[in-house]
């Protein structure tokens, strides 16, 4: 086994459980974390000389976000890990990284990939202003920079993660003037015989609106987002959204964190020639695995938010699962009957998971009654109108050929946060059902590298 090269990519539950299989079978793998150190985004930690306590920084997941670090730093010495670390591309066998301006590349024989996950954007006019937020970048600034992104703050999108983050806030005695969601309670009644698949979960979410209704913070659902009102120079000053009686709520603000659920993390996955599958609930391309993490690619598994949304808890099963299963094909012996049970977990979970997505549903609707002035794709500042025009006048009826024509998606997030709401406009446009238009194709790299960037071959694991 000293022979096999082995790589966790993450640093997140998923990839702390996953380093922990292998350290567990005397498997010494390299580990490589984007961030500065563990936890991943849910349990971000903060930075040195903070002393928020594990109550004030995760709330209702303090003692989770505590085991997961506690296990990092007990498996610290068994890993060669390597923070602030991007893996950028993959090859058969090979793994790009560059950390500062070096790059390099790393030999594998297994490959975990535990990338994530990351707001799930629809536009919304004037979300270009400054002062609105994705809902993890407002969950970033309270965790690393402990400082909230505005002295009054809506929230408004839909998702748990919506009502995490305005809970996290309101505990850091921020001040949270609304929280406004797409979702209504109809479609969250419809979907309890789903989310009673987690008792446990579903209760801290009811425990989590309870919460902020008594901290004050009004909660208004079933709403239609009409406009965040600012200016350039100012930036945010309000929002305007529609209620379901037909009149209108006009909050003053001076931020907002804006997000609709997560979408995961795939363009690795999608570098490395992983097949991937439309999945009709979520409206979203995902990489396809098999039950215990196997892609389609001999030697790579995925495991967390990067092929589903199944939260920390179940992203810390999958990592496991994953990292169990790739020992298993190595010829390590596994225990079949742990394998058993975190399959069958992992079922549980994946049925809570459908549930979530019947209770808060991506409001792909909305793509339809967009302004053509509104930005769809803030880096290249390309709007609705643009976009729509590539496929009616152009005949653009497919994403990556309206991403040609128009420039959608070839900014600096490489349509990761602009992507699901361009295929959303141009299948409204093309009046085609969403698969058929495609999602846009990942190329490496998966973000931006330093021009300074110096290349180092390696053959190290």
């Known amino acids: 086994m000293a022979e096999q090269r082995v790589i966790v990519i993450g640093a997140g539950p998923a990839g702390v459980r996953a380093m922990q299989a292998f350290v567990q079978a005397g498997v010494r793998p390299i580990v490589v974390d984007e961030g500065r ?27 989770k976000a505590e085991a997961l670090h506690v296990c990092f ?39 975990v990939v535990c990338s994530g996950a990351t707001d799930r954007l629809l536009p919304v006019k004037g979300w270009h202003y400054a002062g609105c937020y994705t809902m993890g970048a407002a969950q970033i600034a309270l965790k690393s920079q402990a400082c909230a992104i505005g002295s009054g703050v809506v929230f408004m999108g839909t998702g748990p993660l919506m009502y995490l983050v305005a809970s996290q806030y309101v505990r850091a005695g921020a001040h949270v003037k609304a929280v ?14 789903q989310l ?71 363009q690795l996955a999608d570098l490395a020639q992983c097949e991937f599958r439309f999945e009709e609930k979520s409206r979203q391309w995902l990489p396809r695995i098999d039950e215990n993490g196997r892609s389609s690619v001999p030697g790579l598994y995925l495991a967390g938010d990067g092929v589903r949304i199944l939260g920390a808890d179940g992203a810390e099963l999958a990592g496991r699962l994953a990292a169990l299963t790739a020992l298993g094909d190595l010829g390590i012996q596994v225990n079949e009957h742990e394998l058993s049970r975190l399959r069958k977990d992992l079922r549980a979970m994946d ?34 109108g643009e976009l729509r025009r590539s496929v009616q006048e152009l005949g653009a009826d497919e994403v990556n050929r309206a991403k040609a024509l128009c420039r959608v998606g070839m900014g600096r997030c490489q349509g990761r946060y602009c992507g699901h709401a361009a295929a959303e406009v141009v299948a409204s446009a093309a009046r085609l059902p969403i698969q058929q238009v495609g999602r846009i194709r990942g190329q490496g790299p998966v973000k931006p590298l330093p021009m300074a960037a110096s290349r180092a071959e390696s053959d190290s694991a």
């Open 37 to 63: 150190r563990d936890g991943g985004q849910i349990y971000r930690r903060q930075p040195a000389g903070f002393t928020r306590s594990y109550e004030k920084l995760y709330g209702t997941e303090a003692l």
């Open 73 to 111: 730093e007990q498996l610290r010495q068994y890993i060669d890990y390597r923070p602030d670390t991007l893996a950028w591309n993959i090859e058969p066998g090979k793994l790009h990284v560059i950390r500062g301006a070096q790059a390099d590349v790393l030999a594998y024989d297994v490959l």
């Open 180 to 193: 406004l969601d797409t979702s209504s309670v109809k479609q969250r009644m419809q979907a309890l015989v």
């Open 196 to 266: 009673a698949a987690r008792p446990g979960m579903l209760l801290n979410g009811l425990a989590l609106m309870a919460s902020l209704m008594c901290s004050g913070v009004k909660i208004h659902t079933g709403i239609t987002p009409i406009e965040i009102t600012g200016t350039p120079r100012g930036g945010v000053t309000g929002v305007r959204v529609g209620r379901r009686d037909g009149g209108m709520h006009e909050i003053e603000c001076d931020a907002v964190g804006l997000g609709f659920h997560l979408r995961a993390e795939s």
């Open 351 to 384: 049925r809570f998971r459908l549930g979530i997505l019947e209770a808060f549903p991506w409001p792909y609707w909305l793509a339809t009654d967009l302004q053509d002035d509104v930005f769809v794709c803030r880096c290249e500042s390309i709007t609705v």
